[in-house]
């Protein structure tokens, strides 16, 4: 029974249904800090009481909590039980193929498969398989789908037998919309209802995701970030994710935006804030009157950024626009009351009135301050105003090209003639979950086509367009506010509805454009309405990448070029003359008429009725049965993962680290991107050399992302993006290292081999911030597969981190202020780890030894970041699947 220590157990009546509650307003009369606390806080306070259990959870927790002392230096670890798990297609199959091995292994350990099942709910929505092959024509919709059927069969039976075979598994098929925006317009409830003992409980919605952009339902009040798949698994089954008590950082926002600035401006002056205060690692909860006038869709884009500015949330509290946001999107009436009756007596609802909450640390935002820019080329921090465009492009090209070589510019001849130069833009792309939810810059993206199309204005033919919206009701209400012929005619024909450019699905461009840029080493540009646009992410032909509004995109798409200045210069001739920026750019009152007479309710009710059914190619695919998979030895696929190769239910000591070589040693800002495999399959990568060794023709290869299931596909990718700069390979860009000590070069898979041959341990040198991005499990498990025991960063990203203790892998951080350079490394040492073995513990120092070629020693400390007692059971079991997996057969 729950031991309900505070007396906090409540009844609620809501729709004429009475619910058990867990007061934090009866908990604030016993701790007055209650009422002081940051609402997200409050949030995981009443998890606590709901969940106390005198072991996980326990009082002494719920004191902590409830009397949080702003940056008090003080680490307390606590158990976040989520209410649900998420899942998306690229992430998720990595997760059901582990659950599927770990179903064969529990067996072999002599339990029964059916312990291995998901204990919360569980839904996977496929949206990062549809890649961009057709475009610019009213068949490409069609035809990428084909494709993406063909391309994915295999993992498509796979998850249709993943969700016959676990209770608790739903899955959201191909076709339907981004995972993000389909939890936001129809699986997020804010108020969750579930039977807990024969009462009907309600407590707040929460969730983990296996995508970083989970954090974009923090903008309608639902408390959820994104965790690697590796932590996903390990909730489902029922295990707390452990954390330490963050600190909150208040953003206050004030105003209204200025005409003519939408919320993808908003965000990326959010995303450069941010950035610039530091919240890596901390929440970030907005509050004041500024929210007032702020549109959930916008609230929703900000908070989908968190992962750009570094926080593990960007959180909004549930007000009276959630209320609105939820009757809009087709919710139940009943949900609504529910949720506005539960939110307000818990003290976690939002008006003008409530007071300021006390936070770690604050700053502000004047909305009225805010201007249209865009950020790139490399980083979705770096801001750049749009009336410095152009100016800011120049110095990037000055900084970019060789100043000995004349300016470069390719003459194409394909049907009709252009030239390509520096600056062309050849993708302009309406992408990612971050602004296709938003109706005021997809409209606002409509209505410059419109108006473009009426002037005249045409789209050169170097440009690849696509609109891959977030969800199917984005083409509703696209079609009927009269503007899709207009993007149609402008090359922005629906492709798909899935995450496409943005993660790299951009497809491949014109064979003589790409040949074009190789041959003239050009700068060619992408323009996308993204959320990312790290180094080779996009397209392995565009080296300058920009985020931007959907308006924006639509208005580069016309220029062709990144080196024009929109307020001077004409963005093209027309027919009636030379066109300005401004003569297409529509003004908020006409947006604002597009969204009141074009975007509709029922449009919600009708696309998500059956959301999980799908189309034929989805029903009628043949799908495999029974509790256990059946594995395809020649499947390139889909693969038992090694993890539990000869595990026993005790698992071997843990011990120092003797003789370790440097496998990469990498500057800073190496992100997932540069880590985990991603994007296309080279023919002549250790990937694609398996691949036609498992006899997988070229044009099948399909893409890293698509093949997560299978171990030896991705072990061969990690470390292999084209824009990686090992620093052991000087002068090489790619997966490329030397093996040490003979210093022969070659890929860093091949090198992997070797030294596993040689019974050698390996390590990883890194710089600052050392897995930024997209938590990518994969950048774990593919790091662990390759033989690396440790890695030694100057800092860590939050999920990044903690993916690593999950597989097993030892991080480790420099003391402050000491670094590679700082301490005369090279990477060409052999490295010895001691205090591992004895007495482990989070943040214990360890001693390390780097011992070069000619007998030299350098000796040094790092600080252990295994941050809290349940991760260091992790690593004592090699890791959270063999822990947990031990834990279920034990209790048996």
């Known amino acids: 029974m729950h031991p309900n220590s505070f007396g906090t157990r409540s009844s609620l009546t809501s729709g004429g249904a009475t619910y058990t509650w867990f007061s934090l307003e009866t908990l604030r009369a016993q701790l007055p800090g209650v009422g002081r606390l940051p609402i997200s806080l409050r949030i995981l306070l009443e998890n606590l009481l709901r969940l106390e259990d005198g072991r996980a959870v326990t009082r002494d927790d719920i004191e902590a909590l409830a009397s949080w002392v702003p940056n008090s230096g003080e680490d307390r670890e606590i158990a976040f039980t989520p209410a649900r798990v998420l899942l998306q297609d690229f992430t998720g199959v990595p997760v059901v193929v582990d659950l599927a091995a770990m179903r064969d292994a529990i067996q072999a350990l002599g339990g029964s498969p059916s312990r291995i099942n998901p204990l919360q709910r569980v839904d996977l929505v496929i949206d990062h398989s549809v890649q961009v092959d057709n475009f610019g024509s009213s068949a490409a919709f069609g035809r990428n789908v084909e494709l993406e059927f063909e391309r994915n069969r295999e993992r498509y039976q796979f998850l249709r037998w993943g969700q016959q075979a676990f209770a608790n598994f739903r899955v959201v098929p191909p076709g339907t919309g981004i995972v993000h925006q389909v939890n936001l317009e129809y699986l997020a409830s804010v108020a969750f209802t579930r039977e807990v003992e024969g009462e009907m409980q309600v407590y707040p919605d929460t969730l983990v995701g296996t995508d970083s952009h989970t954090t974009m339902i923090n903008g309608l009040g639902v408390l959820g970030w994104g965790v690697g798949g590796i932590e996903a698994e390990a909730a489902m089954l029922g295990q707390p994710v452990a954390m330490l008590i963050p600190e909150v950082v208040g953003f206050k926002l004030t105003g209204k935006l200025p005409e003519g600035a939408t919320g993808t401006d908003l965000v990326l002056r959010v995303t450069e804030l941010l950035r610039a205060k530091g919240v890596v690692g901390k929440f970030v909860e907005f509050y004041g009157t500024g929210l007032s006038s702020l549109p959930l869709a916008a609230r929703a884009t900000i908070a989908n950024m968190a992962p750009e500015y570094g926080a593990t949330m960007g959180f909004f509290p549930v007000d009276e626009e959630t209320l609105n946001y939820l009757r809009f999107s087709g919710r139940e009436e009943s949900l609504v009351e529910l949720v506005e009756a539960y939110s307000k007596a818990q003290g976690i609802f939002r008006t003008d009135a409530t007071p300021d909450p006390v936070f770690s640390d604050t700053l502000s935002l004047d909305l009225s301050?805010?201007?249209?820019?865009?950020?790139?080329?490399?980083?979705?921090?770096?801001?750049?105003?749009?009336?410095?465009?152009?100016?800011?492009?120049?110095?990037?090209?000055?900084?970019?090209?060789?100043?000995?070589?004349?300016?470069?510019?390719?003459?194409?001849?394909?049907?009709?003639?252009?030239?390509?130069?520096?600056?062309?833009?050849?993708?302009?792309a309406i992408t990612s979950c971050t602004n296709t939810s938003n109706p005021e810059v997809m409209l606002g993206a409509g209505l410059v086509a419109r108006k473009a199309v009426e002037r005249g204005l045409k789209t050169p033919p170097w440009v690849k367009t696509s609109l891959a919206p977030g969800s199917q009701v984005v083409t509703d209400y696209l079609n009927a506010a009269g503007v899709t012929p207009y993007l149609d005619q402008l090359g922005f024909n629906l492709v798909g509805y899935g995450c496409t450019t943005c993660i790299g699905n951009s497809g491949p461009l014109d064979e003589k454009i790409t040949s074009a840029i190789k041959d003239g080493d050009l700068v060619a540009a992408a323009i996308l309405s993204g959320n990312r646009n790290f180094e080779g992410r996009v397209n392995p032909d565009t080296r300058a990448n920009y985020l931007a509004s959907p308006p924006l995109v639509v208005a580069y798409a016309l220029a062709g070029r990144m080196d024009f200045d929109p307020y001077n210069e004409p963005i093209g001739r027309g027919s009636d003359g030379d066109v300005y920026l401004r003569d297409i750019w529509p003004t908020q009152a006409e947006v604002n008429e597009a969204i009141r007479t074009s975007v509709r309710s029922e449009m919600f009710r009708e696309r998500y009725a059956e959301v999980f059914k799908g189309e034929e190619r989805w029903r009628n695919l043949e799908t495999p049965t029974g509790d256990l998979f059946k594995w395809d030895e020649w499947s390139?696929?889909?693969?038992?993962?090694?993890?539990?190769?000869?595990?026993?239910?005790?698992?071997?000591?843990?011990?120092?680290?003797?003789?370790?070589?440097?496998?990469?040693?990498?500057?800073?800002?190496?992100?997932?991107?540069?880590?985990?495999?991603?994007?296309?399959?080279?023919?002549?990568?250790?990937?694609?050399?398996?691949?036609?060794?498992?006899?997988?023709?070229?044009?099948?290869?399909?893409?890293?992302?698509?093949?997560?299931?299978?171990?030896?596909?991705?072990?061969?990718?990690?470390?292999?993006?084209?824009?990686?700069?090992?620093?052991?390979?000087?002068?090489?860009?790619?997966?490329?290292?030397?093996?040490?000590?003979?210093?022969?070069?070659?890929?860093?898979?091949?090198?992997?081999?070797?030294?596993?041959?040689?019974?050698?341990?390996?390590?990883?040198?890194?710089?600052?911030?050392?897995?930024?991005?997209?938590?990518?499990?994969?950048?774990?498990?593919?790091?662990?597969?390759?033989?690396?025991?440790?890695?030694?960063?100057?800092?860590y990203e939050r999920i990044h981190r903690s993916n690593l203790v999950g597989m097993g892998v030892l991080p480790l951080q420099y003391l402050p202020g000491q670094t590679r350079d700082s301490l005369g490394l090279s990477g060409r040492e052999s490295y010895a780890i001691e205090g591992v073995a004895a007495d482990l513990a989070p943040g214990k120092r360890l001693a390390v030894t780097a011992r070069a070629d000619d007998g030299a020693t350098t000796a040094f400390e790092v600080v252990c970041r295994i941050d809290t007692p349940v991760e260091l059971d992790y690593y004592k079991h090699g890791g959270i699947l063999q822990f947990v997996l031990r834990q279920l057969a034990s209790a048996e």
């Open 369 to 428: 301050e805010v201007e249209p820019a865009m950020a790139g080329p490399k980083r979705p921090q770096d801001r750049i105003p749009l009336k410095s465009s152009k100016a800011n492009w120049d110095k990037m090209l000055a900084e970019a090209i060789d100043p000995t070589k004349a300016d470069a510019s390719v003459h194409i001849e394909s049907g009709v003639a252009f030239d390509l130069k520096h600056g062309s833009v050849v993708i302009a």
């Open 636 to 795: 390139t696929y889909i693969k038992k993962p090694p993890y539990f190769e000869g595990l026993t239910m005790t698992p071997a000591p843990i011990g120092d680290i003797k003789g370790a070589r440097v496998l990469a040693m990498v500057a800073d800002s190496v992100t997932t991107d540069h880590i985990s495999p991603a994007g296309n399959i080279s023919i002549n990568s250790p990937a694609g050399i398996y691949l036609r060794e498992m006899g997988v023709a070229r044009e099948d290869f399909n893409q890293y992302g698509a093949r997560r299931g299978h171990d030896e596909v991705m072990v061969r990718g990690t470390f292999a993006n084209i824009r990686l700069r090992n620093q052991l390979a000087p002068g090489t860009e790619g997966g490329v290292t030397q093996h040490l000590p003979d210093g022969d070069e070659m890929p860093i898979f091949d090198a992997s081999v070797r030294y596993r041959s040689e019974g050698v341990p390996l390590i990883i040198l890194a710089g600052k911030e050392y897995g930024t991005g997209s938590s990518r499990d994969w950048a774990a498990k593919g790091v662990n597969l390759l033989g690396v025991k440790a890695a030694i960063a100057e800092s």
